[in-house]
């Protein structure tokens, strides 16, 4: 516990004073005494010197303890209004202050809680005006998030130095799925507010895209926007439609301005590989079929020669039919595989597995007239389908069980199968033979007197899928069952982040416009103006160099003032030993639950690219940085940016508190505790923290980097190593 170097003076300063006094009145004394009476008063002062001594240690015990009492009355407890009122200031939901000390401090106590509610009240007041005022613009961030969001194309918005302003769902997870290692924390290195967009494209393009959008505008260009194609370092091949963000104020040129630029991206990695494939396989026909043509004309040339021999001329013959034959399998099976290209290419959409079943129960109830159940349905299936084709594939066959066999009830069941999904038509009572299920798949699909150019097995073959007919003897039931493919790695994340995504004001900082290029160091930097990564670990146990090792990292950004909750980094970590028992309670992570999760050298690449360009903050940043300096020279990983711990700066800001623990400093500034003992939990709440001390530290003076610095290392806490 830090020592109070005031209070132990006033404390100790008596007896001091006493002695120093007391000797200096016995010298004063003994110097004005005759010899004879000197050594006379000496003696009786060396025969009563340890009742001597006990007066003066009860004297000063007394009179330290009434000037620590005084003390701790007086000054100490004004010193905690002082920090406590500072808190009342900086804090959006402020507590009351325990009354302490003299009745003064009592009374100014309650006063400062009366000008606290009174300023509370009129916050809310001007609060709620605002909010009025402010509709109508809320209302249109609101609309244009909304749209942002509902779009199928991914869009990013960047100011001039590439800093990312908004982006959408859609691009969030197209992001997510570039990402090199997108199964680690989703991959959320590559996105955020505040973050550079040149972590994934190349400046010197984008400079160059701007220079053409620059170009066409002076031109006079009525949408002066270019794309260009380009490599992400995920190996994903990205077309790239960029248009200009005008300013509406003129360029030096008389254009004009740019304040940034949209980007929306189109990943073309699939299409490409298909065309490649055509390439290639129309390559091959036309020089396997340049050769065959050859040694068919060289054999034909023979063979119209007057004296060639039977012999050879049926040697010649033979050449010329295992040419044909060779070139007949080569056009076949091109011809089969561009059959397969086109049937691949048709247009489909991913989708919900559960929401094409409640469509299904929809359309085959209103066609049939049957009660349709859905059982045993894995809701977290995405499919990659064509609904309309297949709603009809379905709805039809249902039909012919009902019409032919007078099917009373129908059930459908969807499930993962491998890299697919089966699509099961299941129902109760006549069987049907394998002839009538072959005549339905072959022939064309009729509702109502309305025959439809597509059979169940073009919908099928269209799905790239398959279709058959069982019978489950046990339970007296038989399905037809559906083939069908998942939607692919990336069409399924992007799908439910979609799906998840449900805070949209997260996901745009319009302020940011106003940022310029960063010309200054860090240090010089204002504290409010910096771009922080706040993050914590949790590990098996207490002892970075003893062993221990991290099982958990939480991160979450603060860009220009605010907490993006959106932009956050979760990961648990195989530490490639066992969890203790006695630390399980208290981060609740399991042994089971980091098996099979990737170890933290395949985790912090991922967290490093999360950090970049930011400043670290951590409570107790000593411990959390400890485990990452342990893990430098196995990894090559290295945080080198500067690094702030709220354990610091709170006893910086408010050196008379008892406590600078977490959640006493979260208490001080009502802060909820949400997630304590989880990383990114523990994160957040930092987080939280770091923003209320930002401004408290301004208040002291304390306004760059550079000075946020020096000033926790002097503090006592600063002393602690791992």
């Not at 929809?362 to 389908?385: F, M």
């Not at 930002?694 to 006592?716: D, F």
């Amino acid at each position: 516990m830090k020592i109070d170097r005031r209070e132990l003076i006033a404390t100790l300063a008596p007896g001091l004073l006493l002695g120093v006094t007391a000797a200096g009145a016995a010298l004063l004394l003994a110097a004005t005494l005759e010899p004879a009476e000197r050594a006379a008063f000496t003696a009786m002062l060396e025969s009563r010197g340890a009742l001597l001594l006990l007066a003066w240690l009860v004297l000063s015990g007394a009179v330290g303890a009434l000037l620590r009492s005084a003390y701790l009355r007086w000054v100490a407890a004004a010193a905690r209004l002082a920090e406590q009122a500072g808190v009342l200031v900086a804090a959006d939901a402020p507590r009351d202050i325990e009354p302490a000390g003299s009745s003064e401090t009592r009374a100014l106590a309650g006063l400062f809680n009366q000008l606290a509610r009174q300023r509370g009240a009129l916050r809310a007041d001007v609060a709620a005006q605002v909010r009025q005022a402010s509709l109508g613009i809320e209302q249109e961030r609101n609309r244009l998030a909304a749209l942002m969001a509902e779009l199928t194309q991914s869009v990013v918005v960047c100011n001039l130095d590439g800093r990312i302003l908004l982006y959408n769902s859609r691009a969030r997870a197209q992001f997510k799925a570039l990402s090199q290692a997108p199964e680690q924390a989703g991959g959320a290195e590559l996105i955020g507010i505040g973050r550079s967009i040149y972590g994934v494209f190349d400046r010197n393009l984008v400079a160059h895209a701007l220079e053409n959008i620059r170009y066409r505008m002076a031109r006079g260009a009525a949408s002066p926007s270019t794309q260009f194609v380009t490599a992400t370092p995920a190996g994903q091949l990205l077309r790239v439609q960029m248009a200009p963000v005008r300013t509406g104020e003129a360029a030096a040129d008389g254009t004009v301005g740019i304040g940034g630029f949209v980007m929306m991206l189109d990943n073309v990695t699939r299409s490409f590989q298909e065309e490649s494939m055509r390439d290639q396989l129309l390559h091959g026909l036309t020089e396997g079929s340049r050769s065959s043509l050859a040694n068919m004309q060289a054999a034909m040339d023979m063979l119209a020669l007057p004296d060639v021999e039977p012999a050879m001329r049926d040697r010649f013959l033979g050449v010329v039919r295992e040419e044909v034959s060779a070139l007949s399998l080569r056009v076949a099976d091109m011809a089969k595989r561009e059959v397969q290209g086109l049937k691949t290419r048709w247009p489909m959409e991913e989708m919900l597995g559960s929401d094409l079943v409640a469509a299904a129960l929809r359309q085959i109830e209103q066609r049939c007239g049957r009660p349709v159940s859905a059982e045993d349905v894995d809701r977290a299936l995405w499919l990659l389908v064509d609904s309309f084709s297949l709603l009809q594939a379905l709805s039809y066959l249902a039909r012919r069980l009902v019409d032919e066999f007078d099917v009373r009830f129908l059930q459908l069941r969807l499930r993962a199968a491998g890299e697919r999904a089966q699509l099961d038509l299941v129902w109760s009572g006549h069987a049907v033979n394998n002839e009538t299920v072959m005549s339905w798949e072959l022939e064309p699909m009729r509702f109502e007197g309305e025959s439809t150019p597509l059979s169940v097995r073009d919908v099928v073959d269209r799905h790239g899928g398959e279709m058959w007919f069982e019978r489950e003897r046990v339970r007296y039931q038989a399905f037809f069952r559906f083939l069908l493919p998942l939607a692919s790695g990336q069409e399924s994340l992007e799908a439910g982040e979609i799906l998840q995504s449900q805070s949209r004001p997260e996901y745009y900082d319009f302020d940011l416009f106003s940022a310029s290029a960063e010309t200054t160091a860090l240090d010089d930097r204002s504290l409010s103006s910096l771009a922080y990564t706040v993050f914590d670990t949790e590990t098996t146990g207490l002892s970075p160099a003893g062993g221990d090792e991290i099982i958990q990292i939480g991160a979450v950004r603060i860009v220009n003032g605010r907490m993006l909750r959106q932009d956050c980094f979760e990961q648990l970590v195989d530490p490639g030993r066992m969890i203790p028992h006695a630390s399980a309670p208290i981060h609740g992570i399991t042994q089971d639950m980091v098996a099979g999760k990737p170890r933290i050298e395949q985790v912090l690449p991922s967290f490093h690219a999360f950090a970049q360009d930011t400043v670290l903050v951590a409570h107790n940043a000593a411990f959390d940085m400890k485990f990452l300096q342990l893990k430098e020279a196995s990894t090559g990983i290295v945080f080198r940016q500067p690094v702030l711990d709220t354990l610091l700066l709170s006893a910086v800001v408010h050196p008379h508190q008892s406590s600078h623990e977490l959640e006493a400093i979260a208490e001080r500034f009502g802060i909820t505790v949400l997630g304590r003992h989880t990383a990114l939990g523990d994160a957040m709440v930092t987080a939280e923290v770091m923003l209320r001390l930002i401004p408290l530290l301004q208040a002291m003076g304390i306004r760059t980097l550079s000075q946020a610095r020096e000033a926790a290392q002097k503090t006592y806490y600063a002393r602690i190593k791992y």
